[in-house]
C-alpha cells in the first residue's frame, strides 16, 4: 500500500491540527498514513552535520524520502511556521543534490482559531517547501475558527468537510499519477513485445511471461490472462507484465478491463492504478 507521512505543526496532545489530521487518515483507507514524529530531532547546526549527523537527523530524512507524499496539518504560529516543524523542515533541505522531499507530492493544511486559518503560515510553507523541491498542492488549504468547527473529533461544517475531502482526493490523484509515472521507467527498461492483443516480456529475446489481451467496443482492453512460463515462476515476472501493460495503456491513453483474476488482484493491491480499470 501507498505510504504517506503525516507532519502535525504543534507537539500539544490536544491539538486542533493533530485532530484535524487524525480526522483525514481515520477516513483514508486506500492509503497507508503514518504520522512522523520529529519532536526529538535535535536543533538542526550544519557544523554537527558535516562530521557527526545525529541519528534522529539520519532516521528522519529516511523516513520522509521512503514515503510517497506528505500530508501536513499545521497551526499557525506568530504569522509563520511552528519552531519545532520548521527545523524538521531544515533538517530535510540537506544533503543535496538528494533531498528526501524532492518530487514528493505535499497537501499543506493549516488551521487557527482566528478566521484566518493560518492563511500567513500557509503561504511560508509552500515557499519552503518548494526550496525542499516537494511538488507541493497549489491550493492554500485553510481551516479558521477551527475551536468551533472541530467538535467530538470531526468536522461539523459541511462546506469546510467537502473541501478538505477535494483537496484530499486531488493530493491521492497528484500521488498516484507521481508513482504511476515513476513505474512507467519500466517502458525503457524492459525488452517486450506488443502486438494488440498480446504483450510478450522478453529476456535474452525469449518470452517469459505475456498478457492476452481483447480488445473491446470501447476501445479498452480486456486482460484475459497473465500467463508466466513454468520454468520462470516464482520471480516477479507476472508483476513485471502488469507494470508493462498498464504504463503502455496509460501512456496511449487506454484502459482496462481486469478480467482475470491476478490483473484484478494486481490492481487492487497497487491503487494508483485503480483509475486505469474499468470494472
Ligand atoms: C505560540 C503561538 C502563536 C500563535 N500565533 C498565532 C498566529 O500568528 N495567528 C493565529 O491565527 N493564531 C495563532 N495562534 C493560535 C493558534 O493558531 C490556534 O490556537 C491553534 O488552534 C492552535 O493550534 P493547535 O491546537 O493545533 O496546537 C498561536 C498560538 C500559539 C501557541
Known amino acids: 500500500m501507498v505510504k504517506i507521512g503525516v507532519l502535525v505543526g504543534s507537539l500539544s496532545k490536544r491539538a486542533f491540527s493533530l485532530k484535524l489530521a487524525q480526522y483525514i487518515t481515520y477516513k483514508e483507507k486506500n492509503l497507508e498514513m503514518l504520522q512522523l514524529d520529529y519532536s526529538s530531532l535535535p536543533l538542526y547546526d550544519p557544523d554537527i552535520d558535516l562530521t557527526n549527523a545525529p541519528v534522529e537527523w539520519v532516521a528522519f530524512r529516511r523516513a520522509v524520502s521512503k514515503v510517497s507524499g506528505l500530508l501536513i496539518v499545521m497551526p499557525e504560529y506568530n504569522l509563520s511556521i511552528p519552531g519545532g516543524l520548521k527545523n524538521a523542515?531544515?533538517?530535510?533541505?540537506v544533503p543535496k543534490p538528494d533531498?528526501?522531499?524532492?518530487?514528493?507530492?505535499v497537501l499543506v493544511i493549516t488551521d487557527s482559531s482566528g478566521s484566518r486559518g493560518g492563511m500567513l503560515a500557509n503561504a511560508h510553507l509552500h515557499q519552503v517547501l518548494q526550496n525542499l523541491g516537494a511538488k507541493v498542492l497549489p491550493s492554500y488549504?485553510?481551516?479558521?475558527?477551527?475551536?468551533?468547527?472541530?467538535k467530538e473529533n470531526r468536522i461539523t461544517d459541511d462546506f469546510v468537510d467537502q473541501a478538505i475531502e477535494d483537496q484530499f482526493n486531488q493530493f491521492k490523484s497528484v500521488i498516484f499519477k507521481n508513482i504511476r509515472d515513476?513505474?512507467?521507467?519500466?517502458?525503457?527498461?524492459?525488452?517486450?513485445?506488443?502486438?494488440k492483443?498480446?504483450?510478450?516480456?522478453?529476456?535474452?529475446n525469449k518470452e517469459v511471461g505475456w498478457a492476452d489481451l481483447t480488445?473491446?467496443?470501447?476501445?479498452?482492453?480486456?486482460?484475459?490472462?497473465?500467463?508466466?512460463?513454468p520454468e520462470d515462476r516464482g520471480?516477479?515476472?507476472?508483476?513485471?507484465?502488469?507494470?508493462?501493460?498498464?504504463?503502455?495503456?496509460?501512456?496511449s491513453?487506454?484502459?482496462?478491463?481486469?478480467?482475470?483474476?491476478?490483473?484484478?488482484?494486481?490492481?487492487?493491491?497497487?491503487?494508483?492504478?485503480?483509475?486505469?480499470?474499468?470494472?
Not at 523542515?89 to 533541505?93: A, G, P, R, Y
Not at 533531498?99 to 507530492?105: D, E, H, I, S
Not at 515513476?182 to 502486438?195: F, R
Not at 492483443?197 to 535474452?204: K, Q
Request: with cysteine.
Open 141 to 150: 488549504v485553510t481551516v479558521g475558527n477551527v475551536n468551533s468547527i472541530l
Open 182 to 195: 515513476q513505474n512507467s521507467k519500466i517502458l525503457v527498461t524492459e525488452n517486450y513485445l506488443y502486438a
Open 215 to 229: 480488445l473491446l467496443e470501447n476501445g479498452s482492453f480486456q486482460i484475459d490472462h497473465v500467463v508466466v512460463k
Open 89 to 93: 523542515l531544515d533538517v530535510i533541505s
Open 253 to 279: 491513453g487506454l484502459k482496462v478491463v481486469p478480467k482475470c483474476p491476478f490483473a484484478r488482484d494486481f490492481i487492487k493491491q497497487h491503487f494508483e492504478y485503480e483509475e486505469l480499470a474499468i470494472r
Open 197 to 204: 492483443t498480446h504483450l510478450g516480456l522478453l529476456e535474452n
Open 235 to 251: 520471480k516477479g515476472v507476472a508483476q513485471r507484465v502488469m507494470l508493462l501493460l498498464l504504463s503502455i495503456m496509460e501512456s
Open 99 to 105: 533531498l528526501p522531499a524532492q518530487g514528493k507530492p
